[in-house]
């Protein structure tokens, strides 16, 4: 069975900083990985996902994650935060063991500071 | 087109009382499903189905129920509820199946007293 830890349930960044969130994943086969924003009162909305081609994902709102294999990480990063990018942020795994479906992470949520 | 549409938005239950929630997808989707929101749990699955006529479930079924009686429609039932079913239950609808390609409703906010 696949499981996917974020590491920080809440991040605190300035407006212009670096943004990084943390996700490791264990899974017994190839998985696909994801990345899924949710802003206040919203449903969930793809910012990426890694499907067994390029290691490094590029999404939208300038985000980008990459997959490695020896440290099971898929961590997600944008270079300057704007205060839009406020938001929770959800980390998901999914393989052929669970028929695809997806398992998420517990979240972490993004604050920006002006 | 409006994509995926929950009803209602919010509801307040008395523990015992059932209701059932209602997801509407007009993207021709074949898959759809019920998640509930925790807080610092994520999303988990309640039930999906695949087409048409099938459900199936998912990480945590109990206590719940749905239908799919039409391509476009999927409901999920609570027949007697707890305040522990007490979440944001969001529906998702996706072509085929593959995760990533999910549509999400907007969800609805369900307390049970």
């Known amino acids: 069975a696949q499981s996917v830890t974020q590491l920080g349930s809440h991040v605190s960044v300035s407006e212009g900083a670096l943004v990084l969130l943390r996700c490791n994943y264990s899974s017994s086969v190839p998985p696909y990985l994801f990345w899924y924003v949710q802003y206040p009162n919203q449903g969930l909305q793809l910012l990426l996902k890694?499907?067994?081609?390029?290691?490094l994902v590029k999404g939208i709102n300038g985000f980008e994650a990459e997959f490695k294999k020896s440290e099971t990480s898929f961590h997600l990063t944008k270079p300057s935060a704007h205060m839009r990018d406020a938001a929770e942020y959800f980390c998901?795994?999914?393989?052929?063991?669970?028929?695809?479906?997806?398992?998420f992470g517990a979240g972490t949520t993004v604050t920006v500071r002006a | 087109n409006a994509g995926v549409t929950q009803t209602p938005k919010f509801r307040v239950l008395k523990t015992g009382q059932s209701m059932t929630l209602l997801c509407a997808q007009d993207m021709n989707h074949e898959y759809m499903y019920w998640y509930r929101q925790d807080p610092g749990m994520g999303l988990r699955l309640i039930h999906y189905s695949v087409g048409e006529g099938t459900t199936a479930k998912g990480e945590v079924p109990d206590g719940y129920n749905v239908s799919r009686l039409k391509k476009q429609n999927f409901l999920l039932g609570l027949e007697s509820a707890a305040p522990s079913q007490t979440s944001v239950y969001f529906c998702a609808s996706s072509l085929y199946g593959l995760a990533g390609g999910e549509f999400f409703g907007p969800g609805t906010r369900l307390t049970v007293l």
């Open positions: 998901a795994v999914s393989d052929r063991s669970n028929d695809y479906k997806l398992s």
């Open positions: 890694y499907t067994s081609a390029a290691t």
